[in-house]
């Protein structure tokens, strides 16, 4: 799952730039281009605010995060999660970005476009110690 922060009434919904294949960084401006079809489903959750997107699935969870610089994009994930982790636990911030240096991965997205981009991921199931369940 893929959860966006809208902070728009009637805001919309734009996707596209399908790839067949595309290596971890899109170091070269070349992905695999591909015509495709998606389906996607959309729901409103109300009462929780996010400042960048939040990914989910099976075994993880983490931040995507954009900026000028990959230090930036990292500073703003680890920021972002840090929050996250201290508005959803017991933890302090101070706390939480200790948590995410010992269980988080950071991982390049694409250095292609003026706006690089990052994601941070933790594993749930070092989450789960803590009682969190986002979103």
Excluded: W
């Amino acid at each position: 799952m893929l959860y966006f922060p809208v902070s728009t009434q009637g805001a919309l919904f734009g996707l596209g730039d399908m790839h067949a294949a595309m290596g971890d960084g899109e170091v070269g401006v070349t992905g695999i281009e591909a015509a495709g079809r998606a389906t996607v489903t959309f729901e409103v959750i109300k009462n929780k605010q996010l400042s960048m997107p939040l990914l989910e699935n099976e075994t993880e969870i983490g931040v995507i995060s954009s900026a000028s610089t990959l230090e930036e994009g990292i500073h703003r994930a680890t920021s972002f999660l840090a929050g996250l982790l201290a508005r959803e636990s017991d933890m302090d911030k101070n706390n939480a970005v200790m948590f995410l240096s010992a269980a988080g991965q950071v991982e390049v997205c694409q250095v292609v476009d003026p706006l690089v981009t990052v994601r941070m991921m933790l594993q749930k199931k070092d989450l789960e110690p803590l009682n969190i369940s986002f979103p």
